[in-house]
């Protein structure tokens, strides 16, 4: 047999991805008024811009049954189970209550992608393709930690009161960000998202999002990924760009943000994730 994966919903990993790869996915939730929906799931219909809308994290049931199962399939070789930063989520938490409570915890690998989206899919994918090519628990965990501690992230809001409302960025990086600039660039650092800095239009904060991110992917290949709420065209002209000014580009996915990211980002919402050497 071999390592499972399992990511959570929030990782935004396109379908083809998790299919050739087998990666169990975990849904968070989303709550619109007394409706509570699971991300890619249940169906979502989403007014973004309501305040009666919110997210929850997956239960450590939720989590424990899932791991359950990828321990089955892996036929004892081990779980490593790669989620959103715990600073932005309670679903690392919770899967670590859920590993406790399993008489397999010492095969069961948690790994904290210090990111949300794309920037905690990418090492997912790090740890999946180590795990198809039958590399040992150990190896499988270690390529996740490598490549989550390796990513950057990046984005760009039109306005912050969504994340402020719900916890995500503190009050003085929305007070900068409403109040003085059009456009806040963000960025997570340590698993945290802060603001990075003020920019006036939305041309420049273009440009200052492809800076940021060709300067993170260094010179040795990298992969990125661009991920949107509402912005497809500017999604990947932004990608065009990283297309060509990323030296040795290894690969690059453009996705939407699911519910559970979208309800805090708010429409218009870009971002882009880099990790540098890959994630191979």
Known sequence: MAVVVVTDSSASLPAE??????????PLHVLVGDRAMR??????????????????AASPGELREVYERAWERSGGDGVVAVHLSRRLSGTWEA?????????????????????????????TLAAAR??????????????????????????????????????RLSSAATFFGSELVTKPLLHIVEGRLELREKVRTRSKAYAKLVAAAVEAAGEDGAAVAVQHLGAEDAAHTIAGRLRELVPGIRELIVAEFGPALAVHLGVGALGVLVVPGGCH
């Open 17 to 26: 991805h998790l299919d050739s790869l087998d990666i169990a996915v975990v």
């Open 39 to 56: 991300e890619g799931v249940d169906p979502v219909e989403i007014d973004y811009a309501s305040d009666t809308v919110t997210t929850s």
């Open 95 to 123: 899967g670590r209550q859920a590993v406790r409570d399993m008489d397999a915890a010492d095969r069961v690998r948690l790994v904290d992608s210090l990111g949300a989206g794309l920037a905690t899919g990418l090492p």
């Open 130 to 167: 180590r795990a198809k090519a039958g590399a040992p628990l150990d190896v499988v965990y270690d390529a996740a930690v490598a490549a989550a501690a390796r990513a950057r992230t990046f984005i760009l809001v039109n306005r912050t009161e969504q994340l402020r409302r719900g916890g």
